[in-house]
């Protein structure tokens, strides 16, 4: 579990590195990521390292939410005054979220073949 955490960290420190010197608009550890993820692509021996420890962090994901919560606590008073910039930011983000989200589905859920239907379903419809 150690090893997966290094490498996990290593990739963000190089994410961290890369969005710094190249004065990149994405986060560091986004950037991370993406090398993660394409490094994942084409090294199955890595995806099999790091497979157990990755979905054990994903089984506790929620824990990791916490420090967020409290931040956004924390900082409650600095957005007083703000509300409605708020609730309009959360309200559309939201639905951007779920547009893309459902776009991508219909893009994945295209590429899978269609299931027969039963003449018994087709009566009863």
Do not use: Y
């Not at 995806?47 to 994903?58: D, I, K, V, Y």
């Not at 900082?75 to 776009?103: N, R």
């Amino acid at each position: 579990m150690l090893i997966t955490f290094a490498v996990l960290l290593i990739f963000q420190c190089i994410g961290e590195g890369l969005s710094f010197v190249l004065h990149l608009p994405v986060p560091g550890p986004v950037v991370g990521m993406l090398l993660l993820f394409f490094a994942l692509l084409f090294s199955p021996a890595l995806l099999r390292q790091l497979e157990a420890t990755a979905t054990e962090l994903l089984r506790h994901l929620s824990l990791l939410f916490v420090p967020a919560g409290v931040g956004i606590m924390v900082s409650a008073g600095s957005v007083q005054g703000h509300w409605l910039g708020v609730i309009v930011a959360v309200v559309l983000s939201t639905i951007v979220t779920l547009m893309v989200t459902a776009a991508t589905m219909r893009f994945f859920i295209s590429d899978q073949p269609r299931p027969a239907k039963d003449k018994d379903s087709e009566r009863n419809s």
